[in-house]
């Protein structure tokens, strides 16, 4: 089921990031770098930008903070109606980028945080979900804490018992699991069970299935989708990113979608200069949901999903604002200015 005429919600914490100055360790001077993200938040973002209509179901505490949160994602087109407002502090994460010998690093400031102690019984799915044709949740709600697991269990089965698709994006965050579980796969997977489109790859796929993929490259990522596949049978496609990082400031990268019977992988492409890489992965998700909203075929699915991610390379900050002419005019081979 990949249609989508209706809202897309997308549920989970918006954050801010405090970023370090390229080329500086933290503190060295008085500064960093603000901005607004989540991975959720993300792909609202881009998915509005791309013209499609898209509500945040989230929580950011009462106040300037807040206020000025919810002010970035409406600025973006988003629908912030269904943003809480509860007494609390902002989640925040550090960005400290690598250089020589070292990568980067994020350090996570995100314990009870408004949206993190919001109980369970506070969202309102038959409410929340009212007008909607799509739900895009991510593994890093779950990894937050019980609360924001069980929420996230409990949307994805209303949209299941809803008939609403549902997009669930891996996105492995091994520092906020090891604060409070040991066993992260027997809290997701229950909510991968209920999802439509996932985004995930083959260490993903060990994660959830408890078993290894021998191979390399294109057979591995196609013998874990089809894994994957047989054991959550709700599931319909399998979108994944192979990267190759060849020094900091370059990277290949291509992009692959599986469903049972057909799939389709890009060419590699080289993405350089490497400007910011937070966030891509999440134009990656949006790059193949408009795709799939718009039946394309699977390459073109893949080519959309790779376009998105190679351009948010380019962006600073988390946000990934494209454009549907930026997709189309994506190229490998750019680099003259276009007059």
Same mark, same amino acid.
């Given at each position: 089921m990949i249609a989508s005429g209706k809202t897309i919600a997308c549920f989970g914490e918006i954050v801010m990031r405090l970023s370090v100055p390229h080329g500086e360790r933290p503190?060295?001077? /008085?500064?960093?770098?603000?901005y607004v993200g989540g991975a959720e938040a993300n792909v609202a973002v881009a998915l509005s930008a791309l013209g499609h209509p898209v509500a945040m179901i989230g929580a950011v505490p009462a106040g300037a903070v807040g206020d000025a949160v919810v002010d970035r994602m409406r600025s973006h087109g988003v629908d912030t109606a269904n943003i809480s407002r509860p007494a609390g502090r902002m989640g925040l994460y550090y960005h400290l980028p690598g250089g020589p010998m070292r990568p980067d690093e994020v350090v996570y400031d995100r314990a009870d945080s408004a949206f993190a102690t919001m109980s369970p019984a506070e969202w309102d799915w038959d409410r929340l979900?009212?007008?909607? =044709?799509?739900? #895009?949740?991510?593994?890093?709600?779950?990894a937050l804490g019980q609360r924001s697991a069980d929420a996230t269990l409990a949307a994805v089965r209303a949209a299941r018992a809803a008939g609403i698709g549902i997009s669930f994006d891996g996105n492995w965050r091994g520092r906020l699991w090891e604060r409070w579980h040991k066993d992260p796969a027997a809290i997701l997977r229950p909510i991968v069970a209920e999802a439509t489109v996932l985004f995930?790859?083959?260490?993903?796929?060990?994660?959830?299935?408890?078993? *290894?993929?021998?191979?390399?490259? /294109?057979?591995?990522?196609?013998?874990?989708?089809?894994?994957?596949? *047989?054991? %959550?049978?709700?599931? *319909? %496609?399998?979108?994944? !990113?192979?990267? #190759? $990082?060849?020094?900091?400031?370059?990277? *290949?990268?291509?992009? +692959?979608?599986?469903?049972?019977?057909?799939? /389709?992988?890009?060419?590699?492409?080289?993405?350089?200069?490497? $400007?910011? +890489?937070?966030? !891509?992965?999440?134009?990656?998700?949006?790059? $193949?949901?408009?795709?799939?909203?718009? &039946?394309? !075929?699977?390459?073109?699915?893949?080519?959309? =999903?790779?376009?998105?991610?190679?351009?948010?390379? =380019?962006?600073?900050?988390? %946000? /990934?604002?494209?454009? +549907?002419?930026?997709? &189309?005019?994506?190229?490998? !081979?750019?680099?003259?200015?276009?007059?």
């Open positions: 503190l060295q001077s /008085a500064r960093f770098d603000s979900l009212s007008g909607v =044709g799509w739900l #895009h949740v991510s593994g890093v709600t779950p995930g790859n083959h260490r993903d796929a060990s994660l959830l299935l408890g078993r *290894e993929f021998s191979g390399e490259g /294109a057979d591995r990522r196609r013998d874990a989708a089809l894994a994957m596949l *047989e054991a %959550f049978p709700a599931l *319909e %496609f399998i979108a994944s !990113t192979a990267r #190759h $990082i060849v020094d900091p400031a370059r990277h *290949e990268l291509a992009a +692959r979608i599986d469903g049972r019977d057909e799939h /389709a992988q890009t060419a590699t492409a080289l993405i350089a200069p490497v $400007i910011d +890489r937070i966030g !891509t992965g999440d134009a990656f998700a949006a790059g $193949i949901l408009d795709a799939l909203f718009a &039946k394309g !075929t699977m390459a073109a699915v893949a080519q959309n =999903g790779l376009a998105a991610a190679a351009l948010a390379h =380019g962006m600073r900050g988390d %946000f /990934a604002p494209l454009s +549907r002419a930026l997709l &189309k005019g994506a190229s490998p !081979t750019a680099g003259d200015v276009t007059r």
